[in-house]
């Protein structure tokens, strides 16, 4: 594997959960996450995200995972980010948590998404994945807000955000694949975060810290 860590500092970034290893995709990883993506997140014609991009057809999916990922590495700047973080479980590829944010020295907040492959879900995998990127977020990039957001018929991703302390932080209509959608924003702090009983081991943060301006 070439270490190109030297030449992109968040590919020698690695978060490690008692279960979890969440570190930046890279190329050699995109066949994983797109079989994972293949495999099956959500109920077809019920997707949880804003751009239903899991409903693209199997040929076009794996091709626009991997435009996704090069697009936000090419995009990133200390003005804004997005760290697309894989998710490792027992040695495979279950699942992405996302962290990004947008004038971050200013505002201090980041936002998250997430997904896991179908056979991944409900056995907590989700918490501890968001549990890892807060407490990265609060703990190491100084951050002092968390956002995120779900349609309001998500339990699953509303129950993690219940679950780690985020507060209900009002609803919006938007539009979602052209689909209207009430999206419930929800927001959590240090102080209203209900922290995990473990600790967030991380690998390779200053190099990262320094390449986002932090
Ligand atoms: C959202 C997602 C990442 C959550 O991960 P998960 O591993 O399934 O969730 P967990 O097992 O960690 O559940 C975390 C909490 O939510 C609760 N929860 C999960 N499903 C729930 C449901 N249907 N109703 C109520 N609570 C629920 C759990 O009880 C748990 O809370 P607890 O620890 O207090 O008991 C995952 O389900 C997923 O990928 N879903 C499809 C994609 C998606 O919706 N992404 C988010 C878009 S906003």
């Known amino acids: 594997m070439i270490n190109l860590a030297p030449y992109w500092p968040p590919f020698g970034l690695t978060l ?30 019920r997707s949880p995200f804003s751009r239903p991009w899991a409903e693209a057809p199997a040929a076009q999916l794996g091709t626009n995972m991997a435009q996704w990922y090069w697009r936000c590495r090419a995009n990133m700047s200390p003005q804004e980010w997005t760290l697309l973080l894989g998710i490792w479980h027992d040695g495979e590829f279950v699942g992405c948590q996302d962290i990004e944010a947008k004038d971050f020295a200013t505002l201090k907040t980041v936002g998250t998404g997430s997904w896991l492959r179908r056979s991944a879900q409900g056995r907590g995998l989700g918490k501890e994945m968001r549990a890892a990127v807060a407490l990265y977020s609060f703990d190491w990039l100084g951050a002092e807000v968390a956002e995120s957001e779900a349609a309001t018929w998500n339990q699953q991703s509303l ?22 959608q009430e999206a419930q924003k929800v927001r959590l702090t240090p102080a209203t975060f209900k922290r995990p009983d473990w600790t967030l081991e991380v690998q390779g943060h200053e190099p990262t810290a320094q390449y986002l301006g932090i």
Do not use: F, K
């Open 159 to 180: 129950g993690v955000s219940r679950s780690l302390g985020y507060e209900l932080n009002g609803v919006t209509r938007a539009s979602w694949g052209g689909q209207r």
């Open 16 to 45: 490690t959960t008692p279960r979890l290893i969440l570190r930046p995709i890279r190329d050699e990883e995109i066949p994983a996450a797109a079989h994972a993506a293949l495999s099956g997140i959500h109920e077809p014609g």
